[in-house]
């Protein structure tokens, strides 16, 4: 059976941080639960507790809820109430479409003094002649059953014939207690049929797959389980219709056996289609005569770019955005380059040969597509055209015709590569001091060596 769990708790709590501590309502809701525990010791500080649409036949294990004050059970398996005496706190209880029958168990709510709301729909008791009577008259702190108010006059009249309303209620129980005992007995013997006719049904499935009926066949085994399959399914659909089709009450065994039955069907289903899946056959990367072929089986976008300038290829794959690096693997050979996102194989065969030792793969920081970076093999040398920096001495007659036509040209020379004349040493200074009291400043004159013979000085021009 399926009980609560420590961390089913802890999944329904994201609103507390996923504390259980401090809990003050949870909703265990449509979880499929059979039985109720661990909650009293785990969340004791709980308000407000969900848990109707589950299997539960028992209220247990809440008793020490203090501060529980709402508890909705409904849509469960549930016979009686009991359990709820040390809920001191609590103003509300929904038991809507269970299976109390026995109504005479609500008087163990005497004791919970501030109940307010009791919710009783859809239970064998509300059958019952006298039901509203005789609930009004044993709970005197309820102000709401059944959604609707109880009023001053309602509750004197059940008062006045609250003993004969009492012994018709008892009588009536004892009726429904019998013909659920007859149920019970019932629901044993159904459950012990469907267990000997699958025992049967695998003895015979046995019988199919013996040695002896294998060597009488020569069919392949694929035809064999073909056909194996295929009565599996007639059966099984066989075996549907006549569960759905039988009349059944409608009791917590029944209700119990449709889940079972259901939960079976879901993971037989679960269990051939993963069944399936690891016989799906791998997918064809390479022919039998050994030529890669071009696959994209998580069909994604791609690009490839010659980057003739840096002779490599770019390849980018619109791999997902969010999706983790560690699901990638990429395997660059020399005539392709294969990616494997999520196990799904991308393959592209290359133009041409590539380093595979070379490349390079990363994520775009933008886009999260992957940029696989691949070097050719064959290098290229490509000629760049260079300015040429300096002026041979030489070109004593294109210097003059630059000068005389007023362009003037800056040169950035290296020191390092060419030896130029110190100018320094061109250029002399001489100092003359002015007449009288004022000394003037010296005067620089600058003689200029001529470095060839067809040089004019021009004073417009700064020198070299």
Not at 23 to 52: A, G, N, P, T
Not at 294 to 311: I, R, T
Not at 324 to 343: A, E, F, M, N, W
Not at 366 to 390: N, R, W, Y
Request: aromatic letters at 6%; hydrophobic letters at 30%; proline letters at 5%.
């Amino acid at each position: 059976f399926l009980s609560v769990t420590e961390d089913l708790v802890r999944r329904c709590a994201e609103h507390n941080n996923c504390e259980i501590f401090s809990l003050e309502e949870i909703s265990l809701h449509q979880q499929e639960i059979e039985k109720l525990e661990y909650l009293d010791k785990w969340c004791r500080d709980l308000k407000i507790l969900y848990l109707q649409n589950n299997l539960i036949p028992k209220i247990e294990n809440v008793s020490k809820l203090k501060k529980l004050e709402y508890l909705n059970v409904a849509l469960n398996n549930i016979e009686r109430i009991e359990n709820l005496e040390g809920c001191e706190e609590l103003k509300k209880l929904d038991l809507t479409a269970n299976f109390i029958g026995e109504l005479s168990s609500i008087e163990s709510l005497k004791h919970n003094i501030h109940l307010k709301e009791l919710f009783l729909v859809g239970n064998p008791c509300t059958e019952f002649e006298g039901y509203r009577q005789f609930v009004v008259a044993t709970l005197h702190q309820l102000k709401y059953l059944d959604s609707k108010e109880i009023e001053r006059s309602e509750r004197i009249k059940a008062l006045q014939d609250y003993p004969e309303v009492k012994e018709k209620i008892r009588e009536q129980e004892q009726v429904y207690l019998l013909k659920r005992a007859r149920e019970k007995e019932e629901a044993q013997r159904r459950i012990q049929e469907r267990k000997d006719e699958k025992q049967k049904q695998m003895e015979s499935e046995l019988g199919f797959d013996s040695p002896d009926s294998s060597q009488e066949k020569e069919n392949p085994q694929a035809e064999g389980d073909g056909e194996q399959e295929m009565c599996r399914t007639v059966e099984d659909d066989e075996e549907d219709r006549r569960f759905w089709e039988e009349p059944t009450p409608y009791t917590p065994e029944s209700r119990l056996e449709t889940h079972r039955y259901m939960e079976e069907k879901r993971r037989a289903k679960d269990n051939i289609r993963e069944s399936k899946k690891s016989e799906k056959p791998p997918w064809t990367l390479v022919t039998a005569e050994g030529k890669v072929l071009n696959v994209n089986v998580p069909k994604l976008h791609f690009s490839l770019e010659d980057d003739e300038e840096n002779n490599q290829f770019i390849l980018e794959l619109a791999v997902y955005r969010y999706l983790d690096t560690s699901l990638l693997d990429v395997d660059v050979q020399p005539t392709y380059i294969r990616v494997l996102v999520k196990g799904k194989p991308f393959q592209f065969v290359l133009p041409e040969e590539v380093k595979p030792d070379s490349s390079s793969a990363r994520r775009s920081q933008t886009t999260g597509h992957l940029v696989v970076t691949m070097p050719k093999a064959k290098e290229i040398i490509l000629a760049k055209q260079k300015v040429s920096a300096s002026i041979k001495h030489s070109d004593c007659n294109t210097l003059q015709k630059n000068t005389r036509s007023g362009k003037v040209e800056k040169l950035e020379v290296d020191p390092s590569k060419y030896s130029f004349p110190d100018v320094t040493k061109i250029i002399q200074e001489k100092e003359r001091t002015g007449q009288g009291p004022i000394k003037l400043q010296p005067e620089r004159i600058t003689e200029v060596k001529k470095s060839c013979v067809a040089f004019e000085n021009d004073e417009d021009v700064p020198p070299l």
